[in-house]
C-alpha cells in the first residue's frame, strides 16, 4: 500500500467517528415546571413522574435529560420559569397543574406541553376538547370542579345538620373558580351556606384564617390549588386547632393529619403523564392525543383525627374509605 492510499485511510479512521457522532440525534430534554418546592408534595410528585419515565424506558442521565424549574409555591414565578426552559429549546414542558400549564402556553405555541393534572382544561381555555385537545397542549385532567358536592355530602355524614362551610382558595387558579361555583350550587340544594376565604400567597394564610373564622364555620373545604397542596400540612393544623372537620381532594392532605379527602389519585397522573412524553418523543402530536381524565376516585379518612375532633366516623362511611389512617 502507497503512502498516499494509507493517509487516505488513516484520514477517514478519525474523521469517520466525528461524523457519526454529528448525525446521531442529540438526547432529547424535558422541562419540568412545577409549582412547589422539591420537597414535600413536590418530592412525590416527582417520583411517581420518574417511575412512568422508568416503565417506558427512559433513564435520566442516559436517554433523556430533565431541567427542572421550581417555583416554590410563589406562582408569580412561573412565567418567567416556562419562559427560560423555552429559551433552553427543551423538547417537551410536563406543567404541573392549571397555571403552569398557562405559563407554558404563554411562552409556546410550537413546544409540546404535558399538563399532569387541570381540574377543567376545556372550560378554562386551555385545550379545544377533550377528545382532540388540538394546539400543543395535552396530558390528564382532574375532573375536580365535578365532584365538588360530592366533598359537601361526605362531610355532611360525619356532620349531621351542617349549615355554615368555609371555603378555602386560591382565586389565581382557575379550576379552583369552577369548583367554587360547582360547590356554591350544591350547597344550596344541600341548605348549607358558604363563605370563600382567598390565599393567593403564603402570607396570606393567616389573614384568611381569621376571615374564615369570623364566619363562625362548622367545617372547612378546601380547593385544591399547588401552592395550598403545598401548605397541607399548616391547613390540616389550623382545622383541628379550631375544630373544623376539612376536606380536601387528594389523599396528601389526610396524610398531615386533615381529616377527609375525595379525589383522583394524583400521584397515579404524573407516572402516567410519562406516557404522553414517550408518546410524543416518538412522533406523535400533542393535539392529536385525547386528555385522560380519572376513572376512580378515592376516599381516605384520618380516624386518629376524627377522634381528636370528637367526631364519630360511621361503620358504613369507614368501609367506603379506600384508604383509613389509623
Given amino acids: 500500500m502507497n503512502r498516499r492510499n494509507l493517509l487516505i485511510l488513516s484520514t477517514a479512521a ?5 461524523a457519526a457522532r454529528a448525525q446521531q440525534k442529540a438526547m432529547p430534554v424535558i422541562g419540568y415546571l412545577e409549582p412547589n418546592s422539591p420537597s414535600g408534595p413536590g ?16 433513564v435520566e442521565g442516559q436517554n ?9 409555591s410563589h406562582s408569580d414565578r412561573l412565567s418567567a420559569l416556562a419562559a427560560d426552559l423555552v429559551r433552553r429549546k427543551v423538547d417537551i414542558i410536563v406543567a404541573s397543574g392549571s397555571q403552569a400549564v398557562r405559563a407554558a402556553q404563554r411562552a409556546t405555541q410550537s413546544t409540546p406541553i404535558v399538563m399532569t393534572g387541570s381540574s377543567d382544561p376545556v372550560g378554562t381555555g386551555l385545550v379545544a376538547s377533550l377528545a382532540r385537545p388540538g394546539g400543543n397542549i395535552t ?9 365538588s358536592g360530592k366533598r359537601l355530602e361526605l362531610l355532611i355524614k360525619i356532620v349531621p345538620g351542617l349549615s355554615r362551610v368555609a371555603v378555602l382558595l386560591n382565586p389565581d387558579d382557575p379550576p379552583a373558580l369552577l369548583a367554587l361555583q360547582e360547590s356554591e350550587i350544591a350547597a344550596r340544594a ?31 373545604v378546601i380547593l385544591s390549588a399547588p401552592m395550598l397542596d403545598a401548605h397541607a400540612g399548616r391547613i390540616a393544623e389550623w382545622a383541628v386547632k379550631n375544630r373544623l372537620p376539612s376536606i380536601y381532594p387528594f389523599q396528601d392532605f389526610p396524610e ?13 397522573n404524573f407516572r402516567r403523564a410519562a406516557t404522553y412524553v414517550d408518546k410524543i418523543l416518538k412522533g406523535a402530536k400533542p393535539g392529536d392525543l385525547p386528555i385522560e381524565q380519572p376513572t376512580k376516585f378515592e376516599l381516605v379518612i384520618n380516624l386518629k383525627t376524627a377522634k381528636a375532633l370528637d367526631l364519630t366516623v360511621s361503620q358504613v362511611l369507614l368501609t367506603q374509605a379506600d384508604k383509613v389512617i389509623e
Fill in 43 to 58: 418530592a412525590s410528585f416527582l417520583a411517581a413522574f420518574r417511575q412512568g419515565l422508568t416503565e417506558a424506558g427512559y
Fill in 139 to 147: 396530558g390528564l385532567s382532574l375532573q375536580s370542579p365535578e365532584v
Fill in 14 to 18: 478519525i474523521t469517520w467517528p466525528l
Fill in 64 to 72: 433523556l435529560a430533565i431541567e427542572y424549574r421550581w417555583a416554590e
Fill in 190 to 220: 344541600l341548605n348549607i351556606k358558604l363563605q370563600d376565604t382567598e390565599v393567593r400567597q403564603p402570607d396570606d394564610f393567616d389573614t384568611a384564617f381569621t376571615s374564615a373564622m369570623a364566619f363562625r364555620p362548622e367545617a372547612l
Fill in 256 to 268: 398531615a393529619g386533615g381529616l377527609m379527602s375525595y379525589g383522583p389519585d394524583l400521584k397515579d
